[in-house]
Antibody, heavy 124, light 107 residues
Framework: EMQLLESGGGLVQPGGSLRLSCAAS????????MTWVRQAPGRGLEWVSA????????YYTDSVKGRFIISRDNFRNTLSLQMNTLRAEDTALYYC?????????????????WGQGALVSVSS | DIQLTQSPSSLSASVGDRVTITCRAS??????LNWYQQKPGKAPKLLIY???SLQSGVPSRFSGSGSGTDFTLTISSLQPEDFATFYC??????????FGGGTKVEI
């Protein structure tokens, strides 16, 4: 059975850092690009970042470029999101999401399996 | 940037109703349009991909259509378990993935 289990969420002050992890199981992790999608309380979905199956290609939405770093460990089947210089507007539930292909090229990307999310709250 | 506008933002319907939700892209995106369903407190679930293909395991009462800039999600006969928020999503350019604002379907 496919599973994605996020961890590492919590309360952090503005300007602080947090690292999210996602443990994957039930599929060949290295065969698929992975993404992070977030949802602010009571709001819609926002794509944050993506990484190809080998880990060599990474992508970010403009609002997190230079602050967030996505990475993966294909030996441990783990996806990570290092979040630095956090702002109040980064407060959200962060979902770890599997895509359909190894390479993430932005065309026809399909998010076919979602974790349950990790809550990040940025507040003083 | 490509933007997706969903309408309506919310609707009230009854069990057995035919429900239609639209999603309009700010520029042509071929058929690179997917639909998701999100129930309260749950993660989104992929329903329709490439505008009109039904994801495995999704009931056939869900269907999608459209290409270019105008897309539609239809529920042919609304069931109690279908009350949720629905999102469209595109991937055709930068930013690499964007979502519509969502449509809440409620009783």
């Amino acid at each position: 059975e496919m599973q994605l289990l996020e961890s590492g969420g919590g309360l952090v002050q503005p300007g602080g850092s947090l690292r999210l992890s996602c443990a994957a199981s039930g599929f060949t992790f290295s065969d698929y690009a992975m993404t992070w999608v977030r949802q602010a309380p009571g709001r819609g979905l926002e794509w944050v970042s993506a990484i190809g199956g080998t880990g060599s290609a990474t992508y970010y939405t403009d609002s997190v470029k230079g602050r967030f770093i996505i990475s993966r460990d294909n030996f441990r089947n783990t996806l990570s999101l290092q979040m630095n210089t956090l702002r109040a507007e980064d407060t959200a539930l962060y979902y770890c999401v599997k895509t359909l292909r190894e390479n993430f090229n932005g065309f026809g990307e399909r998010l076919d399996f979602w974790g349950q999310g990790a809550l990040v709250s940025v507040s003083s | 940037d490509i933007q997706l506008t969903q309408s309506p933002s919310s609707l009230s319907a009854s069990v057995g109703d035919r429900v239609t939700i639209t999603c309009r892209a700010s520029q042509r995106i071929s058929t690179y349009l997917n639909w998701y369903q999100q129930k309260p407190g749950k993660a989104p679930k992929l329903l329709i991909y490439d505008a009109s293909s039904l994801q495995s395991g999704v009931p056939s009462r869900f269907s999608g259509s459209g290409s270019g800039t105008d897309f539609t999600l239809t529920i042919s006969s609304l069931q109690p378990e279908d009350f949720a928020t629905f999102y469209c999503q595109q991937s055709y350019g930068t930013p690499l993935i964007t979502f519509g604002g969502g449509t809440k379907v409620e009783i």
